[in-house]
């Protein structure tokens, strides 16, 4: 998405300031949202020195922008982590959705923070999306040749009905006061259920 | 959600001051958010005398509150207005998820308005989608027991699944550049297929 407007830290101090930097912007912009979040702020409250931040980001959309990357790489990387056991198309699915939505419960910021890239910038947005769409129509072009998915279905359409899914039961774990392994699981069967049969009788 | 802190108009000269309030305030908190949108801005751009902000609404709050209200009733009016000559459970979601679809193409700030409610006031977010999943579950139940809907699906986790896939495809067909009738039908058609069978082989 952007990899220009940043620098990475070389050495182990640097890093540990460029994590100060990193952990403060995301604490800010999704509590107090991006717009009204000043570079000053971020340095002052991360406890660096003025230069430092420059030192690794042209400015705050640069933080910005790194932030989202870093999310669209960890989410992938946390399913992928979960699925990477399994062989079946069905399987990984009904893992990949369960370590979304535990995910979901376990970092309330993820929403926060990439649904205001809408706000920040409408190609940011469409960008994380569609990278993650297209990255799941690669997957499940896959499954259809091996025949374990439906061939008659715009395989584009099925990533969004796919993300809508993860992302509003998503919602509706979030807004619940507790979650346990067993609910979770009740949760994710149910969103199976559909998968494997549809809704209606 | 919010009854107290605005005003109606009460003569048709009001009426029109008070769109305009509300057209400049949706202009306004789509194209640069709520938090660096001021009440005088909105107050300039409308074109109106100060006081006259404050006969309708308490504050700022107060105005994105209604504007958040007025959407969830025009969106739903808009849904029941087609789903309305429609008899089976199916044909009222294929309507209802074509119409969100139309919708979203037709007015791109209805993301944006109802998303930034995550950052104004989580409360607000949680009130509007937990409101449509409830109105949701209570449809869904009676299709339950006409015998339209399989009855082993958690309907809270269905009203969000469903959520889910019309807020998302919705994403798809505002990503693209056109949008057609053949299109949309192309769209809802993949969508019915997973809610009629499911995904897998």
Known sequence: MNNKTYRLPKRID??????????TGKRLFSKQGYAVTSINEIIEEAGIATGTFYLYFD???????Y??????????????????????????????IKAFLQLAW????VYRIIWESMFIDQRLFKTYYTTFSEDYVRG???????????DDIDLET????????????????????TLSEQK??????????????????
Chains 1, 2 share one sequence.
């Open 184 to 201: 979770l699981d009740d949760i994710v069967d149910s969103v199976m259920k559909v998968l494997d049969s549809g809704m209606f009788y």
């Open 140 to 150: 499940l072009s896959h499954s259809v040749i091996n025949g374990e998915v439906r």
């Open 158 to 177: 099925l990533s969004y009905i796919l993300m809508g899914i993860s992302n509003f039961v998503g919602l509706q774990v979030l807004f619940g006061d």
């Open 67 to 96: 932030i989202l990357l870093e999310y669209h790489q960890s989410i992938r990387k946390h399913i992928n982590e979960k699925i990477k056991h399994v062989h079946t198309r069905r399987e990984k699915e009904r893992l990949g």
């Open 14 to 23: 640097g890093q540990k300031t460029f994590n100060q930097i990193i952990e």
């Open 59 to 65: 400015d705050k959309l640069a933080l910005y922008s």
């Open 106 to 109: 376990d970092d309330r910021l």
